[in-house]
């Protein structure tokens, strides 16, 4: 199957139903394939070949998800670009993918002007929204430029293959410059198929999309709604109240999100636990750790079902599942069950391996490979890096994790984020874990710092909750007899905020190089 295949099918089956509601403006399905198959031709007219990659800077939109199955027609492939970046940083993908053309928001099109001069391979500027602004001088307006097109697909949409490329999506990795998980039709088509056993859906239910379009989890729910036939409920911008009430009143069904979403709808939202979210049947999550604590308050909050997704960007999203009757066997019965990422969804296989990728006994910590329908084909252009993450035909993943007897992974820390005290390993995930359970901690990090005697010790960085007061002495106190010695915070500092990049992940490099500075690391992890 072909990205642009599921779109086709609905829109035959389903023509009048809801594709999307955005703000005021409904598209039906028989509307939406005209107009990914207006776009699909322009971008075939402006000289694009199968191949040619294309960068997209938007936040979420109904032009967002045509791009996705009009690219798919016409054989191009979309670079998503990360809009809470900055503009070198859009640079630097654009000109890594040797990116052709730019279909941009007019709230980015200054922006992008900015750095227009260092966009080499860039050809043409489209920008949606801009008729009239002031400041678009060799732009193309994004509506004039599809609306000259036919509604019918292009002659090259019926030569594209499952092995050809869907899209090319850039990793938020903590270090370094991002790398481009290549995916092909055939990797998301499998993955499709794999998601469908966890979001189910009927002809005109409802998807909120929050998580932004250009994330593999917000891509993935764009995919899957369409496949069932259902309504993209489509939000720009994540505001808590605003996600609050749609999950209430706009009859949606279903949606993803991070666990930051989740926890800030429970904070910042104060008539949260008031509503009667009728319609709503499941929230997924996943990205990112989420506290056990906010977990359970969110699934007491919504009244629904909740399952977790594990995965990464060159996964094409999902690796493995916690569905709904895990969760509540949890809360019933088996609350360590809460702490799993589940196991691997259809037609994946897990290892838990050691430095020489030989696998470990059940429990015990290794990193997380995996091999499935679903893995990239590749990253864009850097085949060393690209052989070492796939050797042997498995996805080294970089968490470390432990198997249950029932196959269940727990994930512990990001093996590079491996503290070592003394010569023993300390994964940063159990520490942090153990500070959660204090009741005045609404967030925390636990990293490496240098240490004469040791080499490393463990140092805490605390969130303290709204109006709630804790000391320094008082949370390593609470850390004795719920942790070893060596794995005991030595000290802990208190800020407002843990940074975090787009997906939700701590950004632990940053905590870190204050306390670095002058020092060279002389031990590392596994």
């Known amino acids: 199957m072909r990205l642009h295949d599921y779109l086709d099918y609905r829109a035959r089956e389903h023509a009048q139903g809801e594709f999307a509601a955005a703000g005021d403006r409904h598209v039906t399905y028989a509307e939406a394939l005209a107009g ?48 809470r970046l900055a503009a070198p940083e859009w640079a630097y993908i654009v000109n890594d993918a040797g990116a052709k053309l730019v279909i941009a928001a007019d709230e980015f099109v200054s922006a992008i002007d900015g750095v227009r001069g260092e966009l080499t391979s860039v050809q043409r500027f489209v920008g949606v929204n801009i008729e009239g602004m002031d400041g678009t001088e060799g732009w193309e307006d994004y509506a004039r430029w599809v609306a000259a097109q036919l509604a019918t697909p292009p002659e090259r949409a019926s030569s594209i293959t499952e092995d050809h490329d869907i899209y090319q999506m850039y990793t938020s990795g903590t270090t370094g410059h991002p790398k481009g998980a290549v995916i092909t039709h055939g990797a998301l088509s499998a993955q499709i198929t794999q998601v469908t056993m966890l979001i189910k859906a009927a002809p005109g239910e409802r998807g909120l999309i929050v998580v932004p379009m250009y994330h593999a989890a917000g891509a993935i729910t764009t995919f899957i709604t369409v496949y069932w036939g259902g309504g993209l409920y489509i939000q720009a911008d994540f505001n808590p109240p605003e996600v609050v009430r749609a999950l209430d009143e706009e009859r949606v069904a279903f949606t993803t999100l991070v666990p930051a979403m989740i926890q800030a709808l429970l904070v910042f939202v104060p008539d949260v636990g008031k509503r009667e979210y009728k319609d709503l049947r499941q929230i997924t999550y996943g990205a990112s750790p989420i506290a056990e604590e906010t977990l359970r308050r969110a699934i007491e909050v919504f009244r629904c079902d909740f399952a977790q997704a594990y995965g990464m960007t060159e996964t094409t999203a999902v690796l493995t599942y916690l569905f709904p009757d895990d969760h509540r066997r949890a809360v019933r019965e088996e609350p360590g069950l809460l702490l799993s990422a589940g196991r691997p969804v259809l037609g994946t296989e897990l290892r838990i391996v050691d430095d020489d990728d030989e696998p470990v006994a059940n429990g015990a910590i290794g990193e997380i490979i995996a091999r499935g329908p679903q893995l990239m084909r590749g990253y864009w252009n850097l085949a060393d890096e690209s052989a070492e993450a796939l050797r042997g035909g498995w996805m080294h993943t970089g968490d470390a994790g432990t198997m249950d007897g029932d196959g269940y992974i727990y994930i512990q820390d990001r093996v590079k984020d491996m503290i070592v005290s003394g010569g023993e390993n300390v994964y940063p995930r159990v520490v942090e874990d153990v500070l959660f359970q204090h009741a005045a901690v609404a967030d925390a990090a636990a990293f490496g710092v240098p240490d004469e005697q040791w080499g490393e010790t463990v140092k805490a960085v605390v969130v303290l909750k709204e109006g709630a007061s804790a000391t320094e002495e008082e949370l390593i106190d609470f850390c004795r007899g719920r942790l070893g010695g060596f794995e005991r915070p030595r000290s802990v500092d208190f800020i407002p905020v843990l940074p975090r990049n787009p997906s939700g992940k701590v950004l632990k490099r940053e905590l870190r190089e204050p306390y670095w500075k002058g020092h060279k690391r002389r031990v590392s992890g596994v």
Do not use: H, M, Q, W
């Open 36 to 83: 990914a198959n207006r776009l699909a031709n322009a971008l075939v007219a402006s000289g694009l070949k199968t191949g040619d990659r294309i960068a997209v800077l938007s936040k979420n939109s109904v032009e967002y998800a045509l791009t996705y199955f009009a690219c798919s027609k016409a054989g191009v492939v979309p670079v998503p670009l990360n809009y």
